[in-house]
């Protein structure tokens, strides 16, 4: 399989939007979100990724296909964090191939500096699959912290990446 993760340009909002209802269809199982009247479900804070600094979208294609997307921004719940994964999607065809990892381990490598990934208590296959791929990036050494709050409730896996080059991949 040929994995490409490539910055998503304005022209590829379309293709983010639809990928986004399929992740927010997905993802309705843990947060119990509907859709609206004209059956979609939306994300706020789309547009932002294009308009606001600090906000990085990302698409993946596998074999030229679309296959999912990352979304990164300087949202965070700990003070000392610099970066965040708001948003990540694998279409469930592309699953369980090391796509989601390849893509996590780029996105990383974009940007230095301390990250966060969070998961919602909810999602205990996401918090499976970060810790796994986090892990390896790693090489272990990452923090993980548990939120039960307004704020948050989930766990986040802290870790930094400074050094050049942080770990092995």
Request: with cysteine; glycine share 8%; hydrophobic share 40%.
């Amino acid at each position: 399989m040929n994995v490409e993760i490539i910055p998503a340009s304005i022209a590829d909002k379309p293709a983010l939007e639809r990928l986004m209802e399929l992740y927010c269809y997905d993802f309705s199982a843990f947060d119990g979100a509907d859709v609206d009247a004209q059956g979609r479900f939306g994300y706020l804070y789309l547009d932002l990724y294009w308009t606001e600094e600090g906000r990085h979208p990302f698409l993946l294609r596998v074999d030229g296909n679309l296959a999912g997307f990352v979304l990164v921004n300087r949202h965070t719940l700990l003070p000392n964090s610099e970066w965040s994964v708001a948003e990540f999607f694998v279409m469930r065809k592309y699953r369980r191939h090391g796509i989601g990892k390849q893509a996590a381990h780029f996105v990383f490598e974009q940007f230095r500096g301390r990250w966060e990934v969070a998961q919602i208590a909810s999602n205990p296959e996401a918090r499976q699959f970060w810790r796994k791929v986090i892990g390896e990036y790693t090489g272990g050494k990452f923090e993980e912290k548990v939120f039960d709050d307004e704020q948050w409730k989930g766990t986040v896996q802290v870790f930094e990446n400074i050094i050049d080059p942080p770990y092995s991949t």
